[in-house]
Structures are given as C-alpha cells and as structure tokens.
C-alpha cells in the first residue's frame, strides 16, 4: 500500500485582532515532507504513528509537508493558498496512491475562505478520485461542514478536553485505516447537528461519564467503529458553527444516524451544565491570598492564546500589585517588543518597562515599572503531553515581588514546565497565573492545592447569546432556547 500523509493546521478566532501569515506557521512548526520530528504535535500524531504502523505492515509513507500555527485570527489568503497548493502537489506527485491520511484542526477560516479543510479535502478527492480512502483526525474545536463529510470517509476527532489524547485517537485513525485497506470494514460518517455551542471539558461532570460511556460503545458494539463529539468553536463566525456528533460505522449508517440523534440529544439536555462557575479578578486574588495551601493556581479562562487571544491581558496582574502581592507567578503576557528590550538590557539588568494590553480593549492597561530581568531564553519550550509548545524567545522579569513571564509566540499555558523552563520554581509559588481554558488541567492539577477559574476582561467574546456574529447560524442555544422542541415533540 502507498499511503500519503500530511497536516496543515491552525484554529482561527474570527473575533481576534491576530492575523496570520506563514511566519505564523513557520514560528509553530513548520516541517517539510520527511522533516517531521518524531515527536508529534496536536494535530501532527497522524504522521508520527503512521510511520510506526506502515513500517509494521510493510507499506509505504508518503509523507507531505506538516504545518501548524497557534490560535488567532484570519489567516492571510496567500499563505493558505500556499501551504494548500504546496500539499496538494505534493500529493500529485505521489499518485497512486491507496488512502491520504491528514492531520487537520478544524477551525481554521482564511480570508475568502470559511471553510479551509472543506476546500482542501474536496481538492484532495478531485485528485485521488472517489474510491481512494480519504480520512483526517480533528481537534473537537471545530467546524463540521457538509463539504468536508462529502470528501471524507471518516473522521475522528480528539475526545479528551485537554486533548490529553491526540495520539490515541491518530491510533484509532490508523487502526480504521489499515481494516479498511485490508477489506474487513467499508466506514461510513452519520452525522447530528446538536443546535447548540456550549464549551466541554471532560475534566468534571457531566462531559466526564459522557466521553465514559461513548467509549464503552466503541468497545462493546462491533458497528460501531468511532465516536466523536465535534465541540464547535464559539467564536469561529461561520455558517456551520455549533455541536455535531459524528458516528462512524462498519456500513450502518442508518444504524449510525440514530446513535448519533440518541447522543446528541442527550448531549442537548445537559446544555449550560459542563462549563466550570468562573469568577471575577477580585474574588480569585482574595481567595488567594487567603488560601491556607499553596501554590493556588488562577486561570486566566478568556485570555487564552489557545483560543485565539493575544494572551496579554494585564487585569490578574493588576489586581496583584494593588493588593501588594508577592510570591506570586505570571505565565505568560505576550509581549514581543518587550522581550526584544529585556535581552538588549541583559540578565540582571533593572530597566524601567511598559509591557502587555497592547491587543484589543478589554485587556486591561499597559504596565508600567523598574522591572529586574532575571532570566532569557531563546526559543523556550514547555511540555504538552508527549509533544513539546515552543512559546518563542521569553524574559523572566520581577515586579514589586512578581515573577512574570513575557514571551514574543503566543501559547497558552499547558504545564508547570513553562515556569520551570525560565527559572521559577512552581512548586514554590503561593500564587500562579497561567493563561488557559482547560488545556492546563491535566498537568498543574497535579501540583495545584486549588484551581479558581478567572473570567477577567473581555479579550474573548464567551457568550454565544450576545456575541454579535454575522455568518453563524442563529437557530442554537443559547441564541435560541429550545431549537429541538418541535422535533422532540413530533419523535
């Protein structure tokens, strides 16, 4: 079997101030065809286990160009063309071939573009024709549409929020591949438009037993090849915006259609429940300071680069130095200039620096202050999972008793390596300040005596209900109470 491979990835936040062009993608990863390291990234693991799994079985691995960019706002018309023409010759230069295997985000919008991964998997099958296996693995942040269903045979999509298990779901991508190709199941995609846009994380209840019992019925029922829950991406303004739940069967769709509409109903039911209760900068810095175990962590939920923010919100921040806070950690604000003056001044230097709310209203003010710069490092790097995040050269700086974090790439906070990684002790800090949705879980749990999620500013627009969206469509909740009730009732 010749099988070709590639991934071209980011996840756009049409609200975001943050364009995209291809230093965007060469800042993140940017890997030409065989130059992919061993070690995946989110949406790359489809190339790492694919070389794994074809060496097994003897076939061979064409391997295209990978590309990622993390989250922000439109990407450049041209640099998406580019990267998509640069895949797609690739993938004529290797014809034949028996299955194109891709790793995709699912929320990337191009300008001209809505719908970048559906014009890309339609112009992959013009070329393989329809009896050539196309597949993808997506992040559940994303956008199913028709187009892509239409050029797909099946799809999985991460389950876990944090995607703790992209590569366990690029094995299950791979496994259905190599059944297919060897003839002993034909996969097909039923599809359940759930109405609705809420954010999931499988870290608590509900979203918790329902990722549990998803996967008990890929265990249990022989149909039943994949299950995913496409979450949607809120502030993705585009005309198939919301929850999807995908079923892939061995050649059941009508079997995979009711499993689907059964889930995604009851997925509907629980609506406005999976959300974690966030809570002001004043509360969450009170708490803190009155906390008898430490550190305690502070989520900064709505400025999170990984949804497509600048990540340089200063509003925690703020509210620290008014109350006289020390022993306290910020990881990170992003601020490129800033950086560039701390490694002119040097380690140990103490200069006066204004840093971070350069970004959008919303965001807090500017900082202004005699800063220490403690510590620099070119192209820092924090753990996620199995992969590694670069967050770009980053300056260690003190204020008033503050350590603070500046980076020039943009990353959400994901682990307690990102602290470590420039000199600070995690471990040690009686407050920490990171900036993540729920990415962060997995791993500052496991150091953390508590958890206050923080909704402070306005850097992401994070209520579907009064979002001002153009293109989105308006018949789900919360835009609309009950968009199933007709038809439940008719059931």
Known sequence: MRIFTAALATETNTFSPICVDRRAFEASLYAPPGQHPETPTLCTAPITVGRRVTREKGWELIEGTA?????????????????????????????PVDAVVMGLHGAMVAAGYEDTEGDLLSRIREIVGPDVLICAELDPHSHLTAKRVAALDFAVYFKEFPHTDFVDRAEDLWRITVETLEGRIKPVISVFDCRMIDVFPTSREPMRSFVDKIMRIEKDDPDVLSISVIHGFMVGDVPEM?????VVTNNKPEKGAALARELGLELFSKRGTFMVPQIDEKEAVSRAIAATAWPVVIADVWDNPGGGTAGDATVILEELIARGVTSAAIGTIWDPVAVQICFAAGEGAEIPLRFGAKSAPGTGNPVDGTVKVVKLVKNAEMQFGESLAPFGDAAHIVLDGID?????????????????????????QKIL??????????????????????????????????????????????????????ERGAA
């Open 67 to 95: 590309t990622w960019a993390d989250p922000a706002g439109l990407v450049n018309r041209a640099t998406y063309e580019e990267f998509r023409d640069e895949i797609l010759g690739q993938l004529n230069a290797a014809m």
């Open 242 to 246: 919301g929850t999807k739940l995908l």
């Open 404 to 428: 603070i974090i500046l980076n020039s790439t943009r990353a959400q906070s994901f682990d307690p390596s990102l602290f470590s990684a420039m000199g600070i002790d995690p471990a040690r």
């Open 433 to 486: 300040v990171i900036k993540s949705t729920n990415h962060f879980f997995a791993s500052f749990s496991k150091i953390a005596a508590e958890i206050l999620y923080c909704s402070a500013g306005t850097p992401y627009p994070n209520n579907p209900a009064t979002t001002p969206y153009r293109r989105a469509p308006k018949t789900i909740w919360p835009i609309v109470a009950d968009p199933h009730g007709r």
